[in-house]
């Protein structure tokens, strides 16, 4: 009886070790919106509150030139604490997910690079973008990871 008890532990432990490749899409495409969004905002801010009343191409130079930035500020945490949360779905694979999660990013940006027809400080942005992500997604696997080994040690 008590071998059944460890068996069934065993599988129900094994059950959350495999990558949820539906929550990998869902979060890579949620995270390229929600980095997206905060650039349209900060666009706002900035022409609304802190500089309005210029013309509408003083406003897009500025956007081409800030959202980069803002994808580079806002990406690094919010990748960090999405990986984080979103990582502990995969058990023992947080991390192999959340850079799975990653790697939907370039698959994106490089294509809207070729045929944005990006230029030499694009390319720049969209790796120094690319890296910092792929750092924050690594080190919020490595956090999910230790909190799922830290649960499965106190259960």
Known sequence: MQEATV?????SQAKGDHIPWGWVAITAVGLVVAVTLAAFAWVGIYSYLIHPGEALPYYQNHAQ???????????????????????????TRAVAMCLSAWLIVPLID????????????????????????LLAAYLGGRAALKCVLRMRRVS
Do not use: N
């Open 110 to 133: 490089i294509p809207l690079g070729i045929f944005g027809q990006a230029k030499a400080y694009d390319w720049g942005m969209i790796a120094i973008s690319g890296s910092t992500k």
């Open 65 to 91: 030139f800030a959202s980069p930035i803002v994808s580079i500020v806002v990406g690094i945490p919010v990748w960090f604490f999405a990986c984080r949360w979103v990582g502990r779905k995969a058990g």
């Open 7 to 11: 068996h069934a532990k065993a599988v």
